[in-house]
């Protein structure tokens, strides 16, 4: 950071769109060393904690609440280092836990941007190694008169206007964060929510997801954002299964203290076998256009669309026999399409089952998306803010 008077810090800050999420990007170098002091600072540039988020810039949305920090990599299988923040909003809390292959998307233009890589044309191959997971995601970025493309013909549900598409492809990204694809153990879980029994599979690839058929919760998978968000007894089963799953990662000891001690990871997921909607554009979603109807929710709010590494997740345990999202998606194809809140979305997964063991071996996923440039600058945050959030972060 550096002294902008004495009551305010001034921080060099990309604001960039990547996918359909929006956030801060940051040169590692530029922010505090120690965890408690860069969530202090992040939480006061986003104007958290409070509901709106109006003295920050964040936008009172978990889709609009995310930070990356971008670093050369010392690793000899790595270019950059990627680092994903989730920002409290009502909360004063930073999350690292998991991925955002949202944010992703526009960690190669922000490198490029800063001249952390020298750029190719008319495509720049990026290896990101992303320290939440441990894992490298390749990112193919479009490049013209030596800067990240914006224009293009790539248009992504969620996002209103088309441009120049991004290629992640995430590799073998079993095991992102407990080392393996079904932490459990098992393809598919039978567990007790609110006196129903559910099916539930807890996948890990990418970022870990539990599944849940949204029959079993008193669902369907083709609810709006909004129809989610004002049925409060449906939120609270989906957050029972989601620290159940927790539970099983090792990340709480009970349930019950998983929205406040690992509120972004896992992540829950319903699905459902394909079927008719509109999406949250008013545009008809058919069912022979998705292999699956999927609702996610995002720091226990509805996604408005679906975050990248769900894709990922759920097009892998697609192709994982057992899963419940197998048996919604039994003739699904390679060239994955899932149904979500604002459209479809396709993911080509490739995996194979080892001979000698039986298991699903995840060998590439492939997703497209765009990322732009908003604003590049010096971000401000108020120095009495950030003194009063580091004392809460070590308390």
Request: glycine share 10%.
């Amino acid at each position: 950071m550096t002294a902008a008077g004495e009551e305010q810090y001034g921080i060099p800050c990309c604001f960039m769109r990547g996918g359909s999420s929006r956030g801060a990007f940051f040169l590692d170098s530029d922010l505090p060393r120690g965890f408690e002091e860069r969530a202090a600072v992040m939480l006061a540039c986003y104007g958290s904690p409070d509901p709106r988020q109006i003295d920050g810039i964040g936008g009172a949305d978990p889709l609009t609440s995310k930070a990356a920090t971008v670093a050369l990599s010392e690793r000899p299988d790595a270019d950059v280092v990627y680092t994903f923040y989730q920002v409290g909003i009502e909360r004063a809390q930073v999350s690292t836990g998991g991925n955002c292959g949202n944010m992703l998307s526009a960690v190669g233009p922000f490198a490029i941007l800063r001249g952390l890589v020298e750029p190719d044309e008319p495509e720049t191959a990026l290896r990101i190694f992303v320290s939440n997971t441990g894992q490298v995601v390749t990112a193919t970025i479009p490049v013209r008169d030596g800067l990240p493309a914006c224009e293009g013909d790539c248009a992504i549900p969620g996002v209103p206007d088309p441009g120049a598409p991004i290629r992640l492809d995430f590799g073998d990204c079993a095991g992102a964060v407990s080392g393996r694809l079904l932490p459990s153990g098992h393809a598919t879980d039978e567990i007790r929510v609110d006196g129903r029994l559910a099916r539930v599979s807890l996948v890990d690839a990418a970022t870990p997801f539990v599944f849940v058929r949204a029959a079993d919760i008193g669902a369907t998978a083709t609810e709006s954002p909004d129809a989610l968000a004002a049925d409060a007894a449906l939120l609270e089963r989906l957050e029972a299964v989601r620290g159940w799953a927790a539970v099983q990662l090792g990340l709480v000891e009970a349930a019950a203290d998983a929205a406040a001690q690992s509120p972004n990871i896992p992540r829950v997921m319903m699905v459902a076998p394909p079927t008719a909607y509109r999406s949250t554009g008013g545009e008809l979603v058919a069912a022979d256009a998705v292999d699956l109807c999927v609702r996610q929710l995002s720091m226990q709010r509805p996604h408005k669309a679906l975050a990248v590494t769900g894709a990922v997740c759920t097009a892998v345990a697609a192709a994982t026999p057992g899963t419940v999202v197998a048996d919604c998606a039994p003739t699904a194809r390679a060239d994955f399409t899932i149904g979500h809140p604002a459209g479809a979305l396709r993911v080509a997964a490739r995996t194979e089952t080892e001979a000698s063991t039986g298991q699903t071996v995840v060998k590439s996923a492939v997703i497209e998306r765009t990322a732009r440039l908003i604003m590049d600058g010096t971000l401000y945050a108020r120095r009495r803010k950030i003194d009063t959030l580091l004392q809460l972060q070590r308390s």
